[in-house]
């Protein structure tokens, strides 16, 4: 629910802030470009074509934000990445607005289009970005504050489990978790050292514990260096669908890229994470879901006639299903 009701708040400021932009730039344009055609900057900004972009273009910026990846996560933003995200959204963006909208003769001077230009990039990202700044400042302070916190659980009732608590509940680290407790593990890790810990149930609870205690994350910290016991457990955690993190101790236990949670300065491996950048995830969910579209309705007579086909030569349905190994 937070998570949702900041992304809200990012795309009304987006949306809001890209509206403001554009309404300068039509003013800075009226100077520079309309002011022999209109009487007035009043009525050049109540023109058919300038109210239409005042709608339309905020629209297209959304769609390049998201393209951009920046509503992927709304929770735990960088101020540094926030910057040049906006910064690079904001340089491409202006450039297809200049190309798409307003380029649409060639001028007596060009100089006044670099003006255009560079009026229209540094709007869109000096509006937006503070935007973006106001809302992201306001949510560290909440995480500072602890009025946000990460509900997450702790996997394993040994050592590695109590140090990794001492770690997460140390000053500097004292925004990001609420560890909600301790989950025994004892059926897949059986030789762990116990220790005295708030444990609130067991492996074979964790789907009802999620539930009841609203968990966002999973956190194995279990006295193993056994790979087969690791893994079991780590496979395991994947139907959950959340977010399962691990000390660095145990990077040799796994193949592949590692992607360190640096929230706190304890830092965590984010092992559900992939190799795709948010920006890459969204382009590649859009081509993924147009090109099969595209197939379906270019194919669509073939695979008429092979369900047909197959209905006259078998009984059954005409659909196969099948387990795959895919997301989870």
Not at 60 to 70: A, D, K, T, V
Not at 147 to 153: C, G, M, P
Not at 184 to 193: K, L, M, S, V
Not at 195 to 205: A, R, Y
Request: with cysteine.
């Amino acid at each position: 629910m937070r998570k949702r009701s900041q992304l809200y708040k990012y795309l009304l400021s987006d949306f809001l802030t890209s509206a403001i932009a554009w309404l300068l730039f039509n003013a800075i344009r009226y100077d520079l470009l309309a002011q022999y055609q209109f009487s007035s900057l009043a009525s050049y900004l109540m023109s058919d074509d300038v109210l239409r972009g005042q709608l339309l273009v905020p629209f297209g910026w959304l769609i390049l934000h998201y393209y951009s990846g920046y509503y992927n996560n709304s929770l735990e933003k960088s101020r540094l990445a926030e910057l040049f995200t906006t910064l690079q959204t904001a340089f491409i963006g202006s450039l297809v607005i200049f190309f798409v909208v307003v380029l649409k003769r060639l001028p007596k001077s060009f100089h006044i289009y670099y003006e255009l230009v560079g009026s229209l990039f540094a709007l869109s990202f000096v509006c937006m970005y503070l935007g973006r700044l106001m809302i992201t400042l306001l949510a560290i302070r909440k995480t500072h504050k602890k009025e946000w916190t990460i509900h997450a659980v702790i996997l394993g009732n040994g050592e590695k489990a109590q140090n990794t608590l001492k770690e997460l509940n140390r000053p500097s680290n004292a925004p990001g978790y609420s560890i909600q407790g301790f989950i025994n593990t004892d059926t897949i890790c059986p030789n762990q050292t116990a220790v005295q810990l708030p444990v609130i149930g067991e492996l074979k609870d964790l789907e009802q514990i999620i539930k009841e205690q609203r968990i966002e994350e999973l956190i194995i910290a279990v006295d193993t260096n056994h790979d087969a016991t690791f893994l079991a457990l780590l496979y395991s955690l994947y139907q959950y669908k959340l977010p399962i993190k691990l000390p660095v101790s145990y990077s040799k236990l796994l193949t592949g890229g590692i992607n360190l949670k640096t929230i706190t300065s304890f830092p965590l491996i984010d092992v559900t994470a992939n190799n795709f950048s948010d920006a890459e995830k969204n382009i590649k969910l859009s081509l993924d879901k147009l090109i099969s579209l595209l197939v379906l309705l270019l194919l669509s007579p073939l695979y008429l006639y092979l369900m047909i086909r197959v209905k006259m030569d078998s009984t059954g349905s005409v659909f196969i299903r099948q387990e795959r190994i895919g997301k989870g």
